[in-house]
């Protein structure tokens, strides 16, 4: 079936740090991938996605890249704020059905 | 905003209730997904519907049940309820096709006492 694995949490840094959250996949055929964010008391939005092999998607500082031959889109950023602190969660969306991973805590602190 | 709508935002009830969710979807959006979200937990999903049909059913007990009606809004029901189902309930919508994204409302805490 199709599915997402991501690290699991929590994971915390101090602000300005490299993070990186992994996110491997299982897919028949060719995915669209997403990373949405999760602000304390907030619903889910979408970050950035990426909808073909080797497609780099991108919003406020965060990168991640779709990696076909390794089944991976692992969020990145170099320079975490306090304000980044928040849960992650990779998607996948093989053909319109959205399938989430079980999320990735992030705690900045100063 | 994310154009979907749920009601109600809070929710408190008791032990062995019954309650009703509502979703809007976004305009035109004919994909309606429930989650369900517990403290700590990450997102469970539950069930999806496309343009009033069942699409695919996730972790979903034989106390809760849903539908999708010819206005493309949606319901979830949760029956004889139960401590452990106090969460916080996402419904989240999308156009059909495969480079599409889903659009999230901003959930109804469910607190079961």
């Known amino acids: 079936g199709n599915s997402v694995t991501q690290m699991e949490g929590p994971v915390t840094l101090s602000e300005e740090a490299f993070l990186t959250i992994n996110c491997t996949y299982t897919?028949?055929?060719?995915?669209?991938l997403f990373w949405y964010v999760q602000y304390p008391g907030e619903g889910l939005q979408l970050l950035l996605k990426?909808?073909?092999?080797?497609d780099k998607g991108s919003n406020k500082g965060f990168e991640a890249t779709y990696r076909k031959e390794t089944t991976s889109f692992h969020l990145e950023k170099g320079s975490v704020q306090v304000s980044d602190s928040a849960v992650y969660f990779c998607?996948?969306?093989?053909?319109?059905?959205?399938?989430f991973g079980a999320g990735t805590r992030l705690t900045v602190k100063p | 905003d994310s154009g979907v709508t749920q009601t109600p935002k809070h929710l408190i009830t008791a032990t062995g209730q019954r309650v009703t969710l509502r979703c809007s979807p976004r305009s035109g959006d004919l994909s309606v997904y429930w989650y369900q979200q517990s403290l700590d937990q990450g997102l469970q999903f539950l069930i999806q519907?496309?343009?009033?049909?069942?699409?695919a059913k996730g972790n979903i007990l034989e106390r809760f049940s849903a539908q999708q009606f010819p206005d493309l809004h949606s319901e979830l029901n949760l029956s004889s309820l139960e401590l452990g189902d106090s969460a916080l309930y996402f419904c989240a919508s999308s156009a059909q096709g495969i480079n599409t994204e889903a659009f999230f409302g901003q959930g109804t805490r469910l607190t079961v006492v």
């Open positions: 990426a909808t073909k092999a080797d």
């Open positions: 519907y496309y343009n009033g049909e069942e699409r």
């Open positions: 897919a028949t055929g060719y995915p669209s």
């Open positions: 998607a996948l969306s093989p053909n319109g059905d959205m399938r």
